[in-house]
């Protein structure tokens, strides 16, 4: 918590330092060096750099991975190249860490254009920025080993009195098949073959799918069709009712036939007695 409530990023001219304070001690340290914690110091920091460079436009960009339209709120689900999907939910669960990992943020879709385009890009800065918001919010905080290398590399573990967490089940996390079937992504098939799938569309890709490799294609999106709604039939009501309907006409014309056959017997009957010649 200390690391967190202490992080602070200065920004005087070309130049950008991290301060940050460590069981009570004051740390500075330039943003290159900051980054080399985690990536090499030949990657381009800044991500106004890649911009102007590589022409990158979040919206654009967007656009070409998915065809939902553009939001604050866009689902990892609506991307459509498989590799893009497992790295973007990689970027969510390591890099920017967060307990919701339905949605895709703007450092994440820097990241995804970056292993696109094959650029050597640190996201330290997405990094710093996602810290600073985790603080405020009421989400868990999970940078737990990433906090022990910044601490290790600044020396402040020397001769600290720490507890590490034990490496056991209980402090692990284990992502496997489970995890992308619960979020629509993955369904397994016969033979332990498992498929791509997108929610919504028929379409399906079983993995692995060397076609699809993110470096082979020349378009991001897939041509994915819409399922058809399910059609309701009506037959079965409509074939019930017509036949209580035929039946009630059925059983109404017999009594009615019946009622004239008895009103004809009756008459037939009646003017018997009158009839001339006939004795009793």
């Known amino acids: 918590m200390e690391f967190l409530t202490t992080l602070h990023v200065e920004t005087v001219g070309k130049e950008t330092k991290i301060y940050v304070h460590f069981f009570d001690k004051f740390f500075e340290m330039k ?26 436009d979040r919206s654009e960009w967007w656009n070409k991975i998915s065809d939902e339209p553009v939001s604050s709120k866009n689902n990892i689900v609506s991307i459509h190249d498989p590799t893009l999907r497992v790295l973007t939910k990689y970027l969510a669960m390591v890099v920017f860490s967060r307990a919701d990992l339905r949605l895709c943020s703007s450092s994440e879709l820097m990241c995804l254009f970056a292993m696109a385009k094959k650029i050597r890009y640190s996201p330290i800065m997405g990094m710093v920025a ?18 022990t290398r910044i601490a290790r590399y600044v020396g402040v573990l020397e001769n600290a009195q720490v507890t590490y967490l034990p490496v056991t089940d209980e402090y692990q996390t284990f992502i496997d098949l489970d995890h992308f079937v619960h979020a629509h992504m993955m369904r397994e098939g016969p033979g332990n073959s498992v498929f791509m799938c ?24 897939l041509q994915l069709e819409k399922k058809e709604p399910a059609h309701h039939s009506t037959t079965g009501p409509m074939t019930r009712g017509r036949t209580r309907h035929d039946a009630q006409l059925a059983e109404g014309g017999t009594s009615r036939q019946a009622a004239v056959s008895r009103q004809a017997g009756t008459s037939h009957q009646a003017g018997t007695p009158r009839q001339p010649g006939v004795s009793r």
């Open 130 to 147: 996602h810290w600073q918001k985790m603080i405020t919010s009421k989400s868990p905080i999970d940078i737990t080993s990433l906090f």
């Open 198 to 221: 997108y929610p919504g569309y028929d379409k399906e890709f079983e993995l692995p799918c060397p076609k699809l490799s993110l470096y082979s294609v020349k378009c991001f999106t």
């Open 31 to 56: 943003l290159r060096d900051f980054s080399s914690v985690g990536f090499s110091k030949k990657y381009t920091l800044q991500a106004t750099a890649r911009t102007e460079e590589h022409d990158y």
